[in-house]
């Protein structure tokens, strides 16, 4: 006698729902918190420089993921459900996510310089390596691990228990443009209860442009949920390594001398801007292609959700997405 093996229900539509919208809640508030009273926090004990820089990017990552783990044990599960795994997935996933967006923004960038858009500065090798360091440390902490694990890790599989790859997807990246808005309502709260200065109030932060922001922001979403599908083992890992690469690379290209990276680039044409969005499109088509040369390859695994595509933008964008660019995932090193 055989037996029957049956599959269990799905989530209802509302569990699912509160579930991925609690992922944002969580990221919005750690978000509002940690950038808002990290700067004090920093000052009370005197820090200034990088270790000031990585109080807020301790504080965020110190509430979201422990608040994510309490979440996924109530139900029972643990952060692989989400998208975590074994140290050596987690390498292959990271140094796919980051290789694919590298490639992507040196073809698209170097495209750029060619035709005349970018011009490049003299490098300072040991500048731009203590900035590698130093920025990709607050950005993991501050920015890529807290969002990647409450957004891409726990929204993400909340939608998906219920949805299809599109929806999913879709569905992610909605909840992922909620998350700066909601974060400058809890840091204005939160620097007002510290005796801060609160910030301005918005879909931005920072008082930018709300409509090239959020465009920005769309795009680098989907990319990132691209980049999480596109792997089998420890997908986070891609979405994680998606990110700090993005940051790195326009806070390099766009804002590396005021940042003192040891190489920055000049733009000659306003349209160079967009070269952002399109580097991220190509990254997403990359990873779209990564994930159907997986179904084939040696670490193939059980099917996994759909990745989406995008649209880019019109040249209405152009004149502020390099501030968007350097920003968009929040305020880092």
Request: hydrophobic share 50%; charged share 15%.
């Amino acid at each position: 006698m055989t037996e029957r093996t049956t599959t269990p229900p799905a989530p209802s539509l509302l569990g699912a729902l509160g579930r991925a919208l609690g992922g944002g809640l969580v990221m919005g508030v750690a978000l509002g918190l940690g950038t808002a009273a990290g700067p004090r926090v920093a000052d009370a004990l005197g820090l200034s420089g990088f270790a000031a820089r990585l109080v807020p990017a301790v504080l965020v990552s110190a509430v979201a993921v422990p608040l994510v783990m309490a979440a996924l044990r109530r139900g029972g599960r643990s952060l692989t459900s989400i998208g975590f795994g074994d140290p050596m997935a987690a390498v292959r996933a990271l140094l796919t996510g980051a290789g694919v967006t590298a490639a992507a923004a040196a073809v698209v960038l170097g495209a750029g310089t060619s035709a005349g858009m970018l011009s490049w500065s003299r490098p300072d090798p040991f500048a731009l390596a203590a900035f590698l360091v130093t920025n990709g440390v607050v950005a993991l902490l501050l920015e890529a691990l807290p969002e990647e694990t409450t957004l891409r890790g726990y929204t993400w599989t909340a939608l998906r228990g219920r949805f299809g790859g599109l929806v999913t997807a879709l569905g992610t990246t909605a909840v992922f443009l909620v998350v700066p808005g909601l974060s400058t309502v809890v840091g204005s709260w939160t620097a007002r209860l510290v005796g801060g200065d609160p910030g301005p109030v918005g879909w931005a932060p920072g008082g930018q442009n709300a409509a090239d922001y959020l465009f920005l922001l769309t795009v680098f979403g989907l990319t990132l949920v691209a980049a999480r599908t596109a792997v089998r083992g420890a997908p986070l890992y891609a979405a994680i390594g998606t990110h700090l690469t993005f940051l790195t690379v326009n806070r390099v290209t766009f804002e590396g001398e005021k940042r003192d990276a040891g190489w920055h680039a000049e733009l000659l044409d306003p349209g160079a801007e967009l070269l952002v969005p399109v580097y991220l499109l190509v990254a997403m088509a990359g990873f779209v292609a990564w994930r159907k040369v997986g179904r084939r390859g040696p670490y193939s695994r059980p099917r996994s959700p759909s990745s989406p595509s995008s649209r880019s933008g019109g040249r209405a964008t152009a004149r502020r997405t390099s501030t968007s660019a350097a920003t968009v995932g929040r305020r880092s090193a």
